[in-house]
């Protein structure tokens, strides 16, 4: 294997998907890119396998200089410890940097996907520039990462960013945490599915081209808002009123110069992010600036993100 | 003049009180302290020049090798100037540091109470030895500072730590500042006094000894519900309730190592830090953990903050 001086191997370890990418310092896109599913019943070792498999394939005989990773639950950063998954067993206290150190001989970084999202979104996507941001990813979870003085914030044990999980009513329904009114519970793509066909079921006499739709979904929600669907707009603009109060007082909290939004829900469109917007408007104090803008990366936000790691290792 | 290589001048600007103190390196007890009145009517010219006197009083001919400043209203730390007061006019955009500096011709450093407070704790008080704590004063308002990594985190534009004006309750009742339910609403000493007086009178039935109180004060809520009076727990239950929300959703933003609760409210007694800490428990997740502590310093922890931003200048 030869080493280039400039190639970093980027991994990304999903809920139910693996991705490996190789790019070269000052680069701005891929030299090879592959990705695969995580196997239906695979272990932590067979995503591993797998991984490595994506990896030498983009790599083509060419060892990095340094390993980022992405991956999908809570890492001890420092060590880059896996400390589980909330989707593929086997993954309790992994030494995941040390494997990949072995594997490739190379230094490995690894940090949960919010975080190595938000740093993504910081170096080469929305945030480029700021030296404070707030990331949220807004999908089947709703999960944060910080970036303060050019760095990820971890806190005191590495569980900071969960606006998820901060209360916006405390008289709201019940989240599966065991709180209520979580910004999840409004928010994420699963409970706005949710709310929406409960709500029609409840209401027999509400129109909505949604009740027609058998297995409802977020997007199916944001379509027919968009198609002028008066109660789809209604539980957008619910979803998008929680996250605005969450932003609100992460902001007040914090004072970050740039809050950024991806996941799949931010794609709903403009009811969904007026909402966003006003509410966090009005939450915020007057004298903070507020500056929401969609992500950049898209999906690739984890993997360029461990690019970033990568260049730290 | 003669210069002590040791001392450090504190100045200390609250909203009606001026204070100075001059304290040596590696000391934790004060060589000097004067405390003033802000004269009824007095402008921002006024108040410097009392607290001219009280310095030239406490230094008693010695030139300090630094100064430290804590102001009570928004600041700009890098240049030490004064944005405003809400209580003393004159303050707009006042140079205070260069002021300060021409005057004693040594550096000064100027920051709001609220993050000069933290400071005092983190070096001086219940946050000795943490890389990062939040700071709560609990009294006339409810403010906040941050600590990470060691240092103030300002935010952006300076306005990090308003925990005050997050909200816990969108349908809750109506604050000051134009939205409901902000943690200040439930938990400031004027708001817990209002709502134990409006209760009472809208409710002629209700059994209480703050009754007959008659200008009623948070502390005479504390005092009854210290002595047992169930009314006067239930508001103070409220209020902890509201701080517990807004402590449970900043630490699950931020993960800090500690948290610092400090203001006259605080010393309501063991129902009151019950509710805060029950409720803020079961607010932040599970994997965080939660250490609450009273301040230790006092009404003296601006001050010594102001000794350890002078340490800094």
Redesign the interface.
């Known amino acids: 294997m030869t080493t280039s001086a400039d190639a970093f191997l980027a991994l990304d370890f999903g809920g139910t998907k693996l991705s490996a990418a190789v790019t070269c310092r000052g680069e701005q896109t891929w030299r090879g890119l592959e990705r695969a599913f995580s196997k239906p019943g695979a272990t932590a070792n067979d995503d591993i396998t797998t991984m490595l498999g994506l990896a030498r394939k983009v790599l083509s005989g060419v060892r990095p200089v340094a390993i980022g990773v992405s991956f999908g639950g ?1 890492v001890e950063p420092k060590s880059g410890t896996v400390r589980l998954s909330d989707h593929v067993p086997g993954w309790e206290n992994q030494p995941l940097a040390d494997a990949l150190t072995d594997e490739f001989g190379v230094p490995a970084r690894v940090d949960n996907d919010a975080n190595v999202a938000a740093l993504g979104e910081y170096r080469f996507g929305a945030g480029q520039g700021c ?2 941001l707030l990331y949220l990813t807004v999908s089947t979870g709703v999960g ?1 990462g ?1 970036i ?2 050019e760095r990820v ?11 998820g ?7 709201g329904p019940p989240c599966f ?1 065991g ?1 209520r009114g979580c910004v999840e519970r409004y928010a994420s793509g699963p409970f706005i599915a949710q709310d929406a066909r409960e709500e029609l079921d409840a209401n027999p006499a509400r129109e909505s081209s949604l009740r027609t739709v058998v297995e409802l979904t977020a997007q199916h929600v944001s379509r027919a808002a968009a198609a002028g669907d008066a109660y789809a707009c209604e539980v957008l603009e619910r979803a998008g009123w929680a996250l605005g ?1 969450g932003i ?3 902001v ?6 740039r809050v950024v939004l991806g996941g799949g829900v931010t794609k709903a469109g403009p009811i969904f992010w007026n909402a966003v917007r006003q509410t966090a408007a ?2 915020a ?1 007057r ?3 507020l500056d929401i803008v969609p992500a950049q990366l898209g999906d690739d936000a984890p993997l360029w993100g461990a690019v970033a790691l990568a260049e730290e290792a």
Chains 1, 2 share one sequence.
């Open positions: 809570p030296h404070s944060g910080w303060l003085n914030w971890h806190g005191a044990e590495g569980m900071a960013g969960e606006i999980h901060t209360v916006v009513d405390p008289n945490c709180k109060i609100g007082n992460a007040n909290l914090m004072n970050p110069q009005a939450t104090r004298e903070i600036t």
